[in-house]
């Protein structure tokens, strides 16, 4: 692989390598009797000024790539560099990165001014600009009048702020931050993310990599978001697009919980296409082919996704409406959530409506899709490294 690739610029063309490359990076934790491969031919490229969230459940690798990258972990292959240089045996202290972690890590033993100095000292900043770094670091977090507590004297939230306030001490070009919210309530949470998009403008020439589980932070910080399953990416995108024409039914059910209903294509015109489920005819959205997308050829297998929230209840009476049974009825507060079956579609499926019902198990409703219902899925997972493969490409 030629290391110097090209990115386009607002300005122009240069011959510049992006702030992060992933290039094949491949983990294996343990040893030849019990091996777990965490990480496999990941290929990833983040530009200065760019946040990509790594979304996936739980064991998915992401934290495994943060640390790859960090430093913490040596790649069992490929390489890791910033800015173009290989970095894969360097240090993690020689990588000059910032990093944010779910349990803040912060010395309990040390006021707050102490922390975020002990990465300073660690860089070697002259200590007579260590005090005046300290400062802007913690007002970048709205906690400069914190600086002599001492961690257990702060709120969860704070110390979040203070353990980020460390990180950007140094003035990375690259902040990697692990589930840095995982651990706030969610309140907390949702003030916290307001925080990080605030950051995120205040460091316009920042690479960050967000590692998350929860779909709604990456889809409010993340200009892109790659999706991890089973120590692979399977998707990258932006929000947008993953939302919108999501390329697998396992991005589509991760991201925003995705109804995937087994349709048979019947005809196609430009993105416009015509789809049987079941014994129902619908109009569809079909993605122009690409990286693991068919052509769609009349007869052939696809996924229906139709969100859930965009499906309606409607009076039994209304024109056009399905006649369907609440299989299922949970309040969530803002919205309640329907499983709903309907004779002549295969599967039971998800409505979400805003606010209360009185709607109960067993009720029959009318039941409306939009038009078109959704987007066509490929029917098979796609092919991973084909995915992956474009990334080092694009
Ligand atoms: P995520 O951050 O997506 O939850 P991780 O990267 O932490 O996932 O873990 C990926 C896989 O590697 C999981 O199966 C996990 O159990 C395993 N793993 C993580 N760290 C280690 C380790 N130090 N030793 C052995 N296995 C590990
Ligand atoms: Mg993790």
């Known amino acids: 692989m030629s290391s110097a690739l090209t990115t386009s610029t607002a300005t122009g063309t240069e011959a510049v390598e992006p702030a992060i490359v992933f ?187 967000y590692v998350t589980h929860d779909q709604a932070e990456a889809l409010a910080l993340a200009d892109r978001i790659a999706v991890m399953r089973d120590a692979r990416l399977v998707d990258i995108d932006t929000a947008h697009n993953l939302w919108q024409q999501p390329a697998t039914d396992f991005t589509a059910s991760f991201l925003g919980g995705a109804n995937l209903l087994p349709s048979t294509v019947k005809h196609v015109s430009g993105t416009a296409a015509l789809v049987t489920v079941g014994e129902h005819t619908l109009r569809a959205e079909a993605p122009r082919p690409g990286v693991g997308r068919p052509d769609w050829a009349p007869d052939a297998d696809a996924m229906l996704c139709v969100r859930p929230h965009t499906v309606r209840i409607v009076p039994l009476t209304e024109r056009d409406a399905l006649r369907g049974t609440v299989v299922t009825a949970v309040w969530k507060g803002a919205a309640t959530r329907l499983h709903l079956s309907v004779p002549g579609i295969p599967v039971e499926f998800t409505a979400d409506v805003p606010g209360h019902t009185e709607l109960s198990a067993g009720d029959n409703v009318g039941v409306k899709f939009p038009d078109p219902a959704g987007v066509l899925i490929p029917p098979v997972i796609g092919n991973a490294s084909a995915a992956a493969d474009s990334e080092v490409r694009a």
């Open 23 to 209: 290039d094949r990076v491949g983990v294996t934790y343990g040893n030849r009797r019990k091996s777990t491969v965490a990480l496999a031919d990941f290929n990833l490229r983040v530009a200065a000024g760019e946040t990509v969230a790594l979304l996936g459940p739980s064991g998915s690798g992401k934290s495994t790539a943060l640390k790859a990258l960090a430093g913490f972990v040596r790649p069992t292959s490929g390489t890791v560099r910033l800015a173009g240089r290989d970095v894969t045996n360097l240090s993690p202290a020689k990588r000059g990165i910032g990093v944010v972690v779910q349990s803040y890590a912060l010395f309990p033993h040390m006021r707050v001014h102490d922390n975020v100095a002990f990465g300073l000292k660690a860089h070697h900043v002259p200590r007579n600009e260590i005090g005046t770094r300290v400062t802007e670091a913690l007002e970048m977090v709205g906690m400069g009048s914190y600086a002599k507590r001492l961690p257990r004297e702060l709120s969860g939230g704070q110390q979040q702020r203070v353990a980020i306030a460390r990180a950007l001490a140094i003035r990375p070009g690259v902040l990697l931050l692990d589930e840095p919210l995982a651990a706030l309530d969610a309140q907390l949470r949702q003030s916290m993310l307001g925080e990080l998009q605030q950051l995120r403008k205040a460091l316009p020439d920042t690479a960050m990599l």
